[in-house]
């Protein structure tokens, strides 16, 4: 799932002069409901916010202050609501998650569990990974919180971008006691 920036017209569009017809004053109504269907008051990006507690939450707030600036060569986007749980690169978005709930594929009785699932490791942080449809969506395993990051295959080959997420997961998720 991919969450394009949108620009929404300001309020400001909607006041109209006592010079333009009302005619043309509903004309103009009219195309700005259509140009911004779909828009909030918000710009930006919304990708599901995850709503962790307790040390979760602080590691996720340690790592979003640790997260790059660009990640597969792509720059950050500002995101439509305020969060420390959730980041995002670039269009088609790469999207990060933290605090997400344990994947399907780790939790047995779960549709999707699976007891030997494809990990692999990038510069010291363990993934699994699960193909979807238009990419691929990573997940931290051995940590103590899941971050969840889900790459577009306009990307590919998607785990690129866990190099560039490597260092702040590590610096900032501690692994999970043996």
Known sequence: MSFSPRRCLPSAVFSTSSAVSPLVSLSAVVAVFVTAAGCSSDEGPRPPVPSPTGSAAAAC?????????????QQRVELASETRYAAVWGDPAIELGCGVPRPGVLTPGSEHYNPTPDVIGVNGV???LEE???????TTV????????????????????????ADAVRATIPEQPE
């Open 61 to 73: 707030r340690a790592l979003h202050d640790a997260l790059p600036e660009r990640v597969d060569g």
């Open 126 to 128: 363990s993934w699994v």
């Open 142 to 165: 051995e940590r103590t919180v899941f971050v969840r990051v889900t790459v577009p295959d306009a990307y590919a080959p998607e785990v690129n971008s866990l190099v560039d997420l």
């Open 132 to 138: 979807q449809d238009d990419g691929y969506r990573f």
